[in-house]
Nanobody, 111 residues
Framework: QVQLVESGGGLVQAGGSLRLSCEAS?????IAWYRQAPGKQREVVAS???????TYVDSVKGRFTISRDYAKNTAYLQMNSLKPEDTAVYYC????????WGQGTQVTVSS
């Protein structure tokens, strides 16, 4: 299995910020951050290709920034202006075909 270790989550108030980190044991051409809220389907939040091109789901545009160190198999998600609806477990994985899933990191935003 691919080792995927997410970290950096926590409990913050609305309007606060967090920076998530992901360490993977292998390299992906396109790495992504996913999130899954209780009772909801897992969704892609942001992605970054090896060229540095990035994409974001509409709900986080202007607030979240994905970055990566391609050579080190690491990815980051800077989350600003957090909202309660951002509360979820956040995972990193590749696109379009995810590997196995890591444990994720919990982000909880209080109002």
């Amino acid at each position: 299995q691919v080792q995927l270790v997410e970290s950096g989550g926590g409990l913050v108030q609305a309007g606060g910020s967090l920076r998530l980190s992901c360490e993977a044991s292998v390299r992906a051409n396109t790495i992504a951050w996913y999130r899954q809220a209780p009772g909801k389907q897992r969704e892609v939040v942001a992605s970054a290709g090896f060229t540095g091109l990035t994409t974001y789901v509409d709900s986080v545009k202007g607030r979240f920034t994905i970055s990566r160190d391609y050579a080190k198999n690491t990815a980051y998600l800077q989350m600003n202006s957090l909202k309660p609806e951002d509360t979820a477990v956040y995972y990193c994985n590749r696109i379009p075909s995810p590997w196995n899933w890591g444990q994720g990191t919990q982000v909880t935003v209080s109002s």
